[in-house]
C-alpha cells in the first residue's frame, strides 16, 4: 500500500474508505488493484470541558479538509470506533450534498490495522456490488 501524502490525484481515485474519529483521518483511495491512502490529524488541542461554539469551528475545519480531499468521489464508506464517523456523516450531510449522497455505508470499527480496514472496505463495497 503506497501512501498518498503529497499529491492528490483528482480524477484518477474515486472510491473512497475514511476511518475518522474526532482528531484523526485516515482516506483509502481505491484505483483499480492499488490502494493509496492518505492521514488528516487536526492540529489543535482538545479541551473535555464541553462543547464550545469554537470546538465545533475547529471540528468543522477538520472536517472540511477530509472532504476535500473526497471530491471526485463515485462511492463512500465512512468507519470508526466512537461517533466521528457519524459526526463526519451529519458535516457531509449539511455542507457537502454531492458527497453525501455517495456514501454506502457507516460501520463501527474498533482500531484495526490498515489492512484490517483496506480488508473490510473491499467487503463492503463488494456487498454493495462497487469493484475496487
Do not use: C
Amino acid at each position: 500500500m503506497r501512501r498518498a501524502d503529497d499529491v492528490y490525484h483528482a480524477g484518477h481515485m474515486s472510491i473512497y474508505a475514511v476511518q475518522i474519529d474526532s482528531e484523526h483521518a485516515k482516506v483509502f483511495a481505491f484505483n483499480g488493484g492499488e490502494v493509496t491512502h492518505h492521514a488528516y490529524h487536526r492540529h489543535e488541542p482538545q479541551h473535555h470541558t464541553g462543547h464550545t461554539q469554537d470546538q465545533e469551528k475547529k471540528s468543522e475545519h477538520f472536517y472540511h479538509q477530509v472532504a476535500e480531499h473526497l471530491k471526485g468521489a463515485t462511492h463512500l464508506l465512512l468507519m470508526g470506533a466512537g461517533l466521528g464517523k457519524d459526526h463526519f456523516k451529519t458535516h457531509l450531510d449539511s455542507h457537502h450534498h454531492e458527497l453525501a449522497g455517495l456514501v454506502v455505508a457507516v460501520d463501527t470499527v474498533d482500531h484495526p490495522t490498515d489492512g484490517q480496514l483496506v480488508a473490510h472496505a473491499r467487503e463492503v463495497f463488494l456487498k454493495h456490488h462497487i469493484t475496487v
